[in-house]
T-cell receptor, first 108, second 122 residues
Framework: SSVLTQPPSVSVAPGRTARITCGGNNIRSRSVHWYQQKPGQAPVLVMYYDRDRPSGIPERFSGSKSGNTAALTISRAEVGDEADYYC???????????FGGGTTLTVL | QVQLVQSGAEVKKPGASVKLVCETSGYTFTAYTLHWVRQAPGQRLEWMGWINVGNGNTKYPQKFQGRVTITRDTSANTAYMELSSLRSEDTAIYYCARDGGYNFGSGSFPYWGQGTLVTVSA
């Protein structure tokens, strides 16, 4: 089954660009979804199908994928973007979702 | 609008069982798969199972086989997750989440409940 690897933490200065990666050996053939989770809150879907944004998610958030690595990019980072970010795929072979370990984004 | 509202916090002793509730509204209940996901303190999201609400079929990860049961009541638009033989490691926030379906892609989770804290302690 798939294993998704994320960096434990990413730091970025306000106004700069943050890039959070998600690697896995089956990512090239899977759709990748991304979630933002702030302390004490449920996860929020911020990207689906690799690069599609749900309504209400700022255009500063974008998704990409190259080979077996997906990335969530946050442009013009704001303090309000501080959160844990999780990537996720659906493993069609075992019919269940796989979550990455999560990345804590710090904006300072 | 789509809403998933979960039952309140629970405190259980080791060895006991807990049954959590996920009340849904704002969409056709039987048209979407519902999942349960948990998060232990400081840990990653961990999938616990899904139920095809239309036909009642379920699937659980090997780790929870025999301990978790997901059911639904289509007349009440409500899903349930029961976890038995509780141990301290089961202390976590438990979320229900609805599948994305056609709009967001099957296998994504655009809608989540607010979570239920389950504490297992002697």
């Amino acid at each position: 089954s798939s294993v998704l690897t994320q960096p434990p933490s990413v730091s970025v200065a306000p106004g700069r660009t943050a890039r959070i990666t998600c690697g896995g050996n089956n990512i090239r053939s899977r759709s990748v979804h991304w979630y933002q989770q702030k302390p004490g809150q449920a996860p929020v879907l911020v990207m689906y199908y690799d690069r599609d944004r749900p309504s209400g998610i700022p255009e500063r958030f974008s998704g990409s994928k190259s080979g077996n690595t997906a990335a969530l990019t946050i442009s013009r980072a704001e303090v309000g973007d501080e959160a844990d970010y999780y990537c996720q795929v659906w493993d069609i072979d075992i019919e269940h979702p796989i979550f990455g370990g999560g990345t804590t984004l710090t904006v300072l | 609008q789509v809403q998933l509202v979960q039952s309140g916090a629970e405190v259980k002793k080791p060895g006991a069982s807990v049954k959590l509730v996920c009340e849904t509204s704002g969409y056709t209940f039987t048209a979407y798969t519902l999942h349960w996901v948990r998060q232990a303190p400081g840990q990653r999201l961990e999938w616990m199972g899904w139920i095809n609400v239309g036909n009642g079929n379920t699937k659980y990860p090997q780790k929870f086989q025999g301990r978790v049961t997901i059911t639904r009541d289509t007349s009440a638009n409500t899903a349930y997750m029961e976890l038995s033989s509780l141990r301290s490691e089961d202390t976590a926030i438990y979320y229900c989440a609805r599948d994305g379906g056609y709009n967001f892609g099957s296998g994504s989770f655009p809608y989540w409940g607010q979570g239920t804290l389950v504490t297992v302690s002697a």
